[in-house]
């Protein structure tokens, strides 16, 4: 790896900044000059106004499922440079298992996040919920619609993830129409500088969507304002200092904090050793304190076990971490590296002499390393504390040594478990072992209100469990109090952070050509041809098949009955309605949509390819005997899908509102129904 100066990439050019007054970085392992850093003040108002001006406007004018394709593009291509991420990693103090957790599971957010398009429709904007009817003669109502900010995200992350900690954010505000500007932590910046040149050079993302800046940053706040939005990743203490940043504050300026906390690991009270759930707990504690060598947020810092277990544990932990072996990564069956740099190290001892004050040491990794160009600068084993007074400490719940370094702790009761875990006044997650789901239920319901996430370990899933330290692109990922107050990820609620809400009120009709989605009431035009016969480009929202009308008899009914298996005695039994809502025999919710598609469905080869399945059906008003019904059926919403490969057809998903309504005007049943729908002049 070169050892000049990182350059920035900003306005839509890489600028290497001067060299004179830049600060080395180290090699974690053989603490060589990897690369500088430089110290330079940027013009961030510029780069901020590019943001805004450039990126933001390129992936505004995207659909939410053309920007879902394009992270899958860029994942894709990322892969097929891993090695050279990994290569790059080392300096790190990474294992390779440590960097998969970082390069690959990074590049993992992009394949969710692209795979999220799904849930949204085919607009560069996203509806938020269903229409509001807020009128009696339904004229009038409103739709809640999510607009992307025309701002910037603006991502100032910590050391411990150089890839993960970038592309876990930008996954999300990429797929919410927003462009990004990343300042990635100076410790490990020259990873994330490798990353960002190779989705720079990809081409696949619109021209201001990525801006990197590798170096100090500190008046870069003063130039955000109420189109942008703030994350921060890092300690609660600098955390605290952003947040309240008087322009923040003065725009209004979200901003989403993950801090690092102290999180819990509790073994159930019927847990013994023997049982899976005890070697699980042993094995995720010691997971916990060696993988990234303790240096994540997410590690557990507080182990709590049932007082009678505190010998048991620790005997079986000591052993299970005895067996760590240290040292360079790149030599065969080193499982465990450095810290990021000897400062942190010096930063980790410093908080476990204060933790020592009130804990016992009861074991200290001994400094073996294994390789011959490794220095000791960085290497710190596990450390592992005894306090067996919870209840009355302090230092346990409140500092955190950020490195291999976690306290063992008693409980007397499961309630007293919980509260030893509020006591870390907030935390990002906590897991439980026990294959009690009653011990579990009661956990949970205790415990949930200071973790953003619960891990429930025992036997039955264990082999696909992802473990305490792992957040999910599709789960939230914060948690309230000291760990932040944020939520980041969290699928589709993660998108919603970096859109705005509005309130739209006014006609149905006005509301269908706004949210380009059919809301009830709109304007129904008739469709010539019919609607079966038209292409996926023909199709036009609003517009309307009525069939003609059907009436209803007894002998449906119990055909029905008999074809279906279905004898409820509301369909077949008239002596047995007395203290029920109906009036007399009442016919099939299901045969009323089957009936809906026998009136609805032009039975000519067409367009339409197959049926893909019925949304929210609902039986609104019972049908008897003797009612006559007709079908509304009208085009809701559509949405284009990809081409699996070359010789794929181009094709679409059409939502159908089904609206089967009886000789008074009145709904019987609605339904959305979902077919696949191809474009002109392709063949089957």
């Not at 106004?49 to 933001?56: D, L, S």
């Not at 993960?164 to 930008?170: A, F, N, R, S």
């Not at 100076?186 to 800046?213: D, F, H, K, N, R």
């Not at 859109?499 to 509301?511: E, H, N």
Request: net charge negative.
């Amino acid at each position: 790896m070169s050892t000049s100066t990182i350059a920035h990439y900003i306005n839509g050019a890489w600028h290497s900044p001067s060299a004179s007054d830049a600060t080395p970085i180290l090699h974690a392992i053989n603490g060589k000059v990897v690369a500088h850093v430089g110290n330079e003040a940027l013009d961030f108002e510029s780069i901020l106004t590019y943001g805004r001006t450039v990126g933001n406007t390129n992936l505004r004018r995207l659909t939410f499922q053309q920007r879902g394709l394009m992270l899958k593009r860029l994942a894709l291509h990322l892969l097929k440079h891993k090695e050279a991420f990994y290569e790059a990693s080392w300096a790190t103090g990474a294992t390779r298992s440590d960097a998969w957790i970082d390069i690959e599971g990074g590049i993992g957010n992009l394949f969710s996040y692209a795979s999220l398009r799904r849930q949204f429709g085919d607009q560069p904007f996203a509806l938020d919920g269903d229409y509001i009817p807020l009128g009696k003669q339904g004229t009038f109502g409103a739709q809640h619609i999510l607009t992307p900010k025309e701002g910037v995200a603006v991502h100032v992350n910590a050391y411990n993830f150089p890839v993960w900690g970038m592309l876990e954010k930008v996954a999300v505000n990429w797929l919410a129409g927003m462009p990004a500007v990343v300042k990635p932590a100076s410790a490990t910046s020259y990873l994330t500088s490798v990353v960002a040149q190779e989705i720079i050079q990809s081409g696949i993302l619109p021209e201001g969507a990525l801006q990197l800046i590798c170096g100090p940053a500190r008046t870069l706040l003063g130039h955000v304002d109420e189109r942008d939005v703030v994350t921060f990743t890092g300690s609660a203490s600098t955390g605290l200092k952003l947040r309240s940043h008087p322009n923040l504050l003065a725009h209004a300026v979200p901003f989403n904090m993950e801090a690092d906390s102290l999180n819990s690991a509790v073994l159930g009270e019927h847990v013994v050793p023997g049982d899976p759930e005890f070697e699980l707990f042993i094995k995720e504690v010691r997971k916990e304190m060696t993988v990234k060598s303790g240096q994540k947020c997410t590690a557990v810092r507080r182990v709590f076990v049932p007082s009678g277990q505190m010998d048991n544990v620790q005997e079986a932990l000591t052993q299970a971490l005895s067996k760590a072996i240290m040292g360079d990564p790149q030599e065969e069956g080193v499982r465990m590296g450095a810290l990021v740099h000897k400062e942190q190290k010096q930063d980790v001892l410093a908080r476990l002499d204060v933790l020592k004050s009130e804990a016992e040491s009861v074991y200290a990794h001994s400094l073996e390393l294994v390789g011959d160009e490794v220095v000791e600068d960085a290497f710190l084993g596990p450390q592992l504390l005894r306090n067996d007074n919870p209840l009355n400490a302090q230092h346990c719940h409140e500092v955190e040594a950020f490195g291999p370094v976690a306290t063992l702790m008693p409980y007397n009761s499961l309630e007293e478990a919980i509260g030893l875990t509020k006591m870390g006044k907030g935390s990002l997650c906590c897991s439980l072992v026990s294959h009690n789901a009653e011990e579990a239920r009661a956990f949970v319901a205790g415990a949930a209100t200071m973790h953003g996430r619960i891990l429930v370990l025992d036997r039955a899933c264990a082999k696909e469990s992802t473990g305490h330290g792992s957040p999910l692109p599709l789960l939230t990922h914060g948690g309230p109090g000291r760990a932040g107050g944020g939520e980041e990820m969290g699928g589709v609620r993660g998108v919603h952070h970096y859109m705005q809400r509005t309130a739209v009120q006014g006609s149905p009709t006005a509301l269908t050509a706004i949210a380009q989605k059919y809301q009830p009431g709109g304007q129904q035009t008739e469709a010539q041809p019919h609607l079966f016969q038209q292409h996926f480009e023909d199709l036009v929202i609003g517009h309307t098949v009525t069939t003609a009308k059907h009436t209803v008899t007894e002998a449906d009914i119990v055909n029905f009955a008999n074809v279906s298996g279905d004898h409820f005695y509301a369909h077949v039994d008239e002596t047995s309605l007395d203290g029920t809502i109906f009036e007399g025999r009442v016919a099939h919710g299901y045969y009323l949509l089957s009936k809906a598609a026998g009136l609805f469905v032009d039975a000519k080869k067409g367009p339409v390819l197959l049926n893909y399945g019925v949304e929210q059906a609902r039986f609104t008003k019972p049908v008897y005997p003797g009612t006559t019904v007709g079908v509304r059926l009208t085009v809701e919403d559509k949405i284009e899908q990809e081409k699996r490969n070359a010789e794929d057809i181009r094709k679409g998903i059409v939502k159908f509102r089904v609206d089967m309504y009886d000789q008074t005007g009145e709904s019987v049943a609605v339904a959305t129904i979902l077919t696949m729908v191809k474009f002109r002049d392709q063949q089957v």
